[in-house]
C-alpha cells in the first residue's frame, strides 16, 4: 500500500475539483450565463461551505469553498478504513455479525491501493456536490426564509456547531435542505461513476458493473464516515422537537442507502447490465454499517450500542415518525418554491419520499 503525502492529497484533491468546476463552467453555467468558482480555506478544519450571489431571477452566481484538512482527513480515513477492512481479524468479526449476508469487505476487482484511491476521490467529489446541490436549490435563500434583502448567502457545513443552536421552523428547514443537499450528491456521484465506470474508455465491458458496483460499495463506506465527521461528537440520535443544523448521521444513511441501490440498478439497467435488487440492497446496507462501525469503534470515538448504527430501513424505525413527520411537513411546504427556482439538475436528484413512506409516517400506530 502506498501512502501519499500531505501535499500529494492537496495536489489530487484540487486537481480533480479543479477539473470538475471548469466542465461545469464551461457546460451548464456558461449556458445559463453565470458563473461557478471553487476553492480552497487554509483553516485546519474538517469543513466546506457555499456562497451564492445570485439575484432572485437571475443566473447563477456560484463559489464552493472546501478546507484542506478536509480532503486530508478524507483520504487518511480511506486509508485507514482499508486496512481495517482488509484486517483478517476484522474480516472474521464481520463474518460473525453479518452472519451468512456477510459479502467481502472491499471489491475483490480493485487493487487495495485503488480501493484507497477510489473511495477517497468518491467522498471528497461528494463533499463538492453537496455544497453544489445547496446552490443548485439556492438553500441560503430559503433558510433565510425572506428576512434578509442581501442577495449573498452562505452555509457553512460546521453550523452544526454554532453559538447559536437552531431551533423551531429555522431547525426544520436546515434539516431539510441538508437531506435535500444529501440527495443531489449522491445522484451527480452515482451518475459520474456510472459515465466513468460503465462506458469509460478504460474499462473492459465486461467489467464494467462490477466496478461501477465496486465504486458504489466504497462510496457508501464513505458516507458514514463523511455523516459521522461532520456530526463532530454531538448525539448521533434522532430526537424531536427538532433543533441544530444537521439531521443525526443514521438518519442520513437511512435517508441515502435507498436512494443508493435504486438509483444503481437504474443505472445499471440503463447501460444494458443486469441490476440485481437483492444483492445491491444487501450491499449498501454492509458498506453502510461498515463504515459507521469503522467510525465509531475501530476509531474509538463512540460509546453508542451497535444496533443504534446499522442500516434497517425507515419502515423498521417507528421511532424516526416524530421527526420524519417534521422533515415531510416542512419540506412539502418548501419544495414547490426550490423546484421553481433550482438552477439545474436531473429529477431523480430532487428528493422524494414514496406514498408508502408518508403513509408509515402519518400513521398514527405507536411510535415508540
Not at 450565463?33 to 480552497?40: A, H, V
Not at 471528497?124 to 438553500?139: K, S
Not at 466496478?211 to 457508501?220: C, D, E, K, P, Q
Request: with cysteine; hydrophobic share 40%.
Amino acid at each position: 500500500m502506498q501512502s501519499r503525502t500531505d501535499p500529494e492529497i492537496y495536489e489530487l484533491a484540487n486537481n480533480v475539483l479543479a477539473e470538475i468546476t471548469q466542465n461545469l463552467s464551461d457546460g451548464i453555467y456558461k449556458q445559463l450565463q453565470g458563473s461557478l468558482s471553487f476553492g480552497w480555506a487554509t483553516a485546519p478544519k474538517f469543513n466546506a461551505w457555499a456562497e451564492s450571489d445570485t439575484v432572485v431571477g437571475g443566473p447563477p452566481q456560484h463559489k464552493i469553498i472546501l478546507h484542506y484538512e478536509l480532503a486530508r482527513l478524507l483520504y487518511r480515513d480511506a486509508e485507514d478504513f482499508c486496512s481495517f477492512a482488509s484486517n483478517e481479524r476484522t474480516k472474521r468479526l464481520i463474518q460473525t455479525a453479518f452472519a451468512d449476508d456477510a459479502t467481502d469487505l472491499l471489491p475483490e476487482c480493485f487493487t487495495l491501493d485503488d480501493c484507497i484511491q477510489n473511495m477517497f476521490l468518491g467522498s471528497l467529489t461528494w463533499v463538492y456536490f453537496h455544497e453544489l446541490g445547496h446552490l443548485m436549490q439556492e438553500h441560503g435563500r430559503v433558510r433565510d426564509d425572506g428576512r434578509s434583502v442581501s442577495a449573498t448567502s452562505t452555509i457553512q457545513e460546521l453550523d452544526a456547531h454554532a453559538a447559536q443552536i437552531l431551533t423551531g421552523r429555522q431547525a426544520s428547514i436546515s434539516h431539510a435542505t441538508e437531506l435535500a443537499a444529501d440527495s443531489e450528491a449522491t445522484t451527480q456521484c452515482l451518475f459520474a461513476s456510472a459515465r466513468h465506470f460503465l462506458k469509460g474508455p478504460l474499462v473492459d465491458e465486461a467489467d464494467g458493473a462490477e466496478v461501477f458496483i465496486g465504486s458504489v460499495y466504497l462510496l457508501t463506506c464513505s458516507l458514514a464516515c463523511i455523516f459521522y465527521r461532520f456530526n463532530a461528537g454531538s448525539s448521533p440520535h434522532v430526537v424531536t422537537p427538532i433543533t441544530g443544523s444537521h439531521p443525526s448521521p443514521i438518519y442520513r444513511l437511512e435517508h441515502s442507502v435507498p436512494q443508493i441501490y435504486e438509483l444503481t440498478e437504474l443505472l445499471l439497467k440503463a447501460f444494458d447490465f443486469d441490476g440485481d435488487r437483492r444483492r445491491l440492497v444487501s450491499m449498501t446496507k454492509q458498506a453502510a454499517d461498515l463504515g459507521s462501525f469503522f467510525r465509531n469503534y475501530a476509531q474509538g470515538i463512540s460509546t453508542v450500542e451497535t444496533i443504534h448504527l446499522f442500516v434497517k430501513g425507515f419502515l423498521q424505525r417507528p421511532e424516526f415518525k416524530p421527526y420524519s413527520r417534521e422533515i415531510l411537513t416542512v419540506w412539502d411546504e418548501i419544495q414547490p418554491g426550490i423546484t421553481a427556482s433550482r438552477h439545474f439538475g436531473t429529477e431523480l436528484g430532487l428528493m422524494q419520499f414514496t406514498a408508502e413512506f408518508r403513509g408509515f409516517v402519518f400513521s398514527e400506530s405507536s411510535t415508540t
